[in-house]
């Protein structure tokens, strides 16, 4: 059950109303792989630069994640930094400096080019196509993007779209890449192009698997406070993935438990700044929160009376 | 199980992507009466003008529905006319024309002064607290209001809400009165002022309610056709008190399967122009939903595995 994660390695900087953070963690793979870890190993693919602290993933090595994927080069680690506004339900990018991650070509190591489980974070669609032919068909591929590449790159995301098992996008990003504004038709136009599954991420609103016959909606998890919505969606990635890994079935009834326990991850990602709360995470936790999310949506048919 | 609404009867005027429909039926108690018809007797107190056509409302004397506390008075009837945008989710008033319903003072028939379960329609808080003093208490007092009362009689609103069990009203309405942002404290915010619940409507993201112990989420249901979204939520309150009044129970089970309940009326009421769908919809039908709805968001605790 060994995942392979292809992604951003960052350091965020990032203001939300409850405080700002300087340098924190960030990145896809990053939030993927602190998530993921506590189903399966996981190797990471990506690349920091010389600035990089890189004692600072050990405690995704503690939790069996396998670095070695990891290029350090020289010159400027990906930096981003951003403002959050009153509700968190928009953000300003303030800048993106991409320093080696401008010029990053995912090398796969020979170990991992058959892993099972394959999960391409939101980069550059003709770079998660180089991936794809680095490695042995996997099981599963999972894919992210984002408006930018549906916009300026679309014909390589089409073209990747037919080699990919789901899509994981944000409402928004569904509509645009789609033409379609309402979710279904979005999702069954993208299915059409490739795709058996797709995710839609509708941020506090919840999320929505779509498969061949499936509709699946998890809510969002009723929080009293979100401090930091950054990498939700990949903590979210990395919970479904990581547990379809871990249990290696994709049934219908298993994919719903999958998209409930990436909802578990998302929603413990927001509660403090970058990484910190996936850190000290305890696999526990993530079991009750699940529980609290089958109490949030559980009811019995009804009773018909009178 | 006797219920008794208070609220508008009205004829809309609506545009949306798909058509125009003129003076169709509308209003507060007539899309709850509609709703709740399916259930229990419902007994409807409102008001309309010489011009409305009764006869109309022939459908709702057929499901049951007692139209003896509704008034016609000399003057035009209370006429709305709107536009919703392309994707259905914000609306501009062209007018409102009160014609009778401005002098509208609810009298509540004797024979149903004792009626065990009450809706108070969105209308202005002074007369729904009078609506409470022409009534024995009944069992449960539900009520809606709107962004108007709630910047205009705000006072008389608070002076309503110590005396109602559970609070209806939208997201957006829910920040407003508390002045908080974050849902989980709105609710528990207007919890505090009196009603033991609240029940938050999200639109397409669908409904929660908040009880002392209990959240419950469920989630819009997914239609590829939002036709027109005028009076879904009074169908949700309609399905959500019409249910509780028929099972007669306020057990947690039995509130969650309420709101699933709601959602479902309210999910079809969006289907064609104004009442027109639930006119014809048939009580096998809503049961189909709701198994849907379970079906949307069912899911078996983790398997432990590894």
Partial sequence: MSLLVVGSVALDTIETPFGRAEDTLGGSATFFSAAASFFCKVHLVGVVGHDFPVADLSFLEARHVDLSGLEQRPGESFRWSGVYNFDLNSRETLETRLGVFAEFRPKIPDSVRDARWLFLGNIDPVLQLDVLRQVNRPELVVCDTMNYWIESKRDDLLRLLERVDVL?????????????????????????????????????????????????????????????????GDAFAGGFVGYLARTESMTPDNLRRAVVTGSALGSFAVERFGVERLRELTRAEIYDRVTRFRELTAFEQLVETG
Same sequence: chains 1, 2.
């Fill in 168 to 232: 994981m996008v944000n409402d928004s990003e569904a509509r645009e890449l789609s033409g379609e504004y309402n979710l279904l038709k979005a999702a069954r136009w993208i299915q059409a192009r490739g795709p058996g599954m797709v995710v839609v991420k509708k941020g506090e609103h919840g999320a929505m698997l779509f498969t061949g016959e499936l509709i699946f909606y998890a809510p969002g998890f009723p929080l009293e406070e979100v401090f930091d919505p950054t990498g939700a």
